[in-house]
DNA sequence: CTGTTAGCGCCTTCAT
DNA sequence: ATGAAGGCGCTAACAG
């Protein structure tokens, strides 16, 4: 006891001696002394909860200012159980995609007052569940992105008491909350495109081996032609591999008159490597990506791909995550699967011969 | 009130039938009481601090894993002050700039063990004062990005205790620890390379008026000219400000051979421009930008640029920034700003008109 | 080697 | 309207 009251002695006084921003930071004790309150009161000051007088209040903030005092949210949210933080677990930090999403989901993020703190997981389930571990505690709640299901649902036992919004996907999430973009619609619509725009030898570019919307996509490609077999070479989403396998496709006794990549990224790599090999395209060769990533617009030929709006989805998914964190136990009530429909966006990447160099960007109607 | 109560019986039974993730997380006390051992030899176990008899390190890892014990990272950094998490205050989450720093910065975090908080300013410098203050008590240490310098300063003294790393461009940061790139240094290397081969009309797309990173980059573009006087066009690197500029510089009675954008995204607008009002690059008109975003590469003609290594140096701060942390009091020692060289990189949009379509990536020796 | 206990900084009944 | 006091979950002396 009375080692406690010299230790408050000598933090007061180096708090009085001046603004200094250094020294150790001021606490809530510190300002209801110096206001002559108690700290109740400026607990509640700071929190414009009860009713307070209008003196103490204006003491209060004259401490808080003088002493430069900022409540310590980790505390704060020791006694609260709030964090006002949530998590975000993605599979990689490289490529436009993850980029745009980071962004909206910061947008929302902001708009609520919330903090977003971002981790990688390489893939790796493991690491997954490490990221998710060392958030507990720190999050309100947290949204994953793993392209693997197991992932996914290991994920959402891991995180306990902790909601968890699933955004990898797979349609069929357990009866878990989830958000996830109409894969097989979208790879559909696009081979139905370059079929109704003449294309007769569809060759698809899937994404890695084990990747569920890799997976599903391929899937769609291949329950949506009409009078060909299938034509199915590996990537990994990245533009390397994209170009990898234009050059593989180009190599093919017949030569496919349509590319189909799994996202934009191998599309991209697919243009590139025609181009650099004198295909034309779309005069020879069609190419239809998945993502609309801002930049399939810019390169030359516009890409036709199937836009999904990622900023909207990252926003989406913040808002319903804020959602699951508020309704707390009630969050059972939400285990919907929100589906996002890609819109078809028809660019130069896929004229038909005939009709090549028209509108750059005319966009379809969405898909649902 | 019954309503609520009959939630939580719920809850309760679906916890202890089985191995509940649901319920409330296990404390450090469940494990004690289930271990019969005391908190203190439960946090030991965990810290792998002192020596314990290995009977006690199972008794103790076994009722973790039965719990499902997950140590409170928000009770443990209260009373280690230490959190592992180190906060990034960006202008801005849009274009392969940020991407990339963050990419950077995800993957050294990690290495170390660290988490990442992100938040966006908006270029605002009240936003940016706010994000500094939520962050006290959540992280260890903080980078900050701004475009204005004081903004920058300011942030270190809202900080108080907290180390702060500068990352605004500016090389003038009052002795405080930072990270700059070469701006000025940058600008004159890419107009150098234009006279070098050839161009004598030379224009530059400036970033916004105000930011610190555009205004150096203008005066050293104005410095390096011979025999011309400067044209300058506002930007605001975006790829529409970009655009936006070229068509005006295209406008001019005597039209520019050469555009030096201050950065990539500009230049690829300009590019775009360009192509669409039919002037050629390299042929009619060069251009040079600056970063060096992966999409830098990618398109055509693939845009002659200052290398920056954005990642390594997202990689570089954040290692530097937990430098800061770990030197602790010691930290006034680091008061270096740390210059980041950027590195010419000559690719397809300045060859001179002879020998366009050369070498589309050869990479000049750094400035340094 | 292990248990006890006092805080870390804040919020929140419970009295007054 | 305000003050006093008991935690929140964990770590770190300080005894045994």
Same mark, same amino acid.
């Given at each position: 006891?009375?080692?406690?009251?010299?230790?408050?002695?000598?933090?007061?006084?180096?708090?009085?001696?001046?603004?200094?921003?250094?020294?150790?930071?001021?606490?809530?004790? /510190? =300002? @209801?002394? $110096?206001?002559? #309150?108690? %700290?109740?009161?400026?607990?509640?000051?700071?929190? *414009?909860?009860? +009713? &307070?007088?209008?003196?103490?209040?204006?003491?209060?903030?004259?401490?808080?200012?003088?002493?430069?005092?900022?409540?310590?949210?980790?505390?704060?949210?020791?006694?609260?159980?709030?964090?006002?933080?949530?998590?975000?677990?993605?599979?990689?930090?490289?490529?436009?995609?993850?980029?745009?999403?980071?962004?909206?989901?910061?947008?929302?993020?902001?708009?609520?007052?919330?903090?977003?703190?971002?981790?990688?997981?390489?893939?790796?389930?493991?690491?997954?569940?490490?990221?998710?571990?060392?958030?507990?505690?720190?999050?309100?709640?947290?949204?994953?992105?793993?392209?693997?299901?197991?992932?996914?649902?290991?994920?959402? /036992? =891991? @995180?306990? $008491?902790?909601? #968890?919004? %699933?955004?990898?996907?797979?349609?069929?999430?357990? *009866?878990?909350? +989830? &958000?996830?973009?109409?894969?097989?619609?979208?790879?559909?619509?696009?081979?139905?495109?370059?079929?109704?725009?003449?294309?007769?030898?569809?060759?698809?570019?899937?994404?890695?081996?084990?990747?569920?919307?890799?997976?599903?996509?391929?899937?769609?490609?291949?329950?949506?032609?009409?009078?060909?077999?299938?034509?199915?070479?590996?990537?990994?989403?990245?533009?390397?591999?994209?170009?990898?396998?234009?050059?593989?496709?180009?190599?093919?006794?017949?030569?496919?008159?349509?590319?189909?990549?799994?996202?934009?990224?191998?599309?991209?790599?697919?243009?590139?490597?025609?181009?650099?090999?004198?295909?034309?395209?779309?005069? /020879? =060769? @069609?190419?239809?990506?998945?993502?609309? %990533?801002?930049?399939?617009?810019?390169?030359?030929?516009?890409?036709?791909?199937?836009?999904?709006?990622?900023?909207?989805?990252?926003?989406?998914?913040?808002?319903?995550?804020?959602?699951?964190?508020?309704?707390?136990?009630?969050?059972?009530?939400?285990?919907?699967?929100?589906?996002?429909?890609?819109?078809?966006?028809?660019?130069?990447?896929?004229?038909?011969?005939?009709?090549?160099?028209?509108?750059?960007?005319?966009?379809?109607?969405?898909?649902?």
């Amino acid at each position: 006891m009375t080692l406690r009251g010299k230790h408050l002695d000598i933090a007061a006084s180096s708090a009085v001696n001046g603004r200094a921003p250094a020294a150790k930071a001021a606490t809530i004790r /510190d =300002v @209801a002394e $110096r206001a002559k #309150v108690s %700290v109740a009161s400026v607990s509640r000051v700071l929190n *414009g909860s009860d +009713a &307070i007088t209008e003196t103490t209040r204006q003491r209060v903030l004259d401490a808080v200012a003088h002493l430069h005092y900022v409540p310590h949210v980790g505390a704060r949210s020791l006694s609260t159980s709030r964090t006002d933080t949530i998590g975000v677990i993605l599979p990689d930090l490289y490529g436009e995609f993850f980029s745009e999403l980071i962004r909206g989901m910061d947008l929302a993020a902001r708009a609520h007052g919330k903090h977003l703190i971002v981790s990688s997981s390489h893939g790796d389930t493991e690491e997954t569940m490490a990221a998710l571990r060392s958030m507990r505690g720190r999050v309100d709640g947290m949204i994953v992105l793993s392209p693997h299901v197991r992932a996914a649902n290991l994920a959402a /036992d =891991v @995180a306990g $008491r902790t909601p #968890v919004l %699933v955004m990898n996907g797979g349609l069929d999430e357990g *009866g878990r909350p +989830a &958000i996830a973009v109409d894969n097989h619609g979208g790879a559909v619509a696009a081979v139905e495109h370059l079929i109704a725009t003449g294309r007769r030898r569809i060759a698809h570019i899937r994404g890695a081996a084990g990747n569920l919307e890799a997976d599903i996509r391929a899937e769609g490609y291949a329950s949506a032609l009409v009078g060909q077999d299938p034509i199915i070479v590996e990537g990994d989403f990245t533009q390397a591999a994209g170009h990898r396998a234009a050059t593989q496709l180009m190599a093919l006794d017949q030569r496919p008159d349509a590319v189909f990549a799994a996202n934009d990224m191998m599309a991209l790599g697919a243009l590139l490597a025609f181009q650099e090999a004198g295909v034309r395209c779309p005069e /020879d =060769v @069609a190419v239809v990506g998945f993502d609309d %990533v801002p930049l399939a617009a810019l390169v030359r030929p516009t890409l036709t791909t199937l836009r999904v709006n990622i900023a909207e989805m990252g926003r989406r998914g913040v808002e319903r995550l804020i959602g699951l964190v508020q309704a707390g136990a009630n969050a059972e009530a939400d285990t919907a699967c929100e589906i996002v429909r890609p819109a078809l966006v028809v660019r130069q990447s896929t004229a038909a011969a005939a009709t090549a160099g028209s509108n750059p960007d005319q966009t379809a109607a969405s898909l649902s």
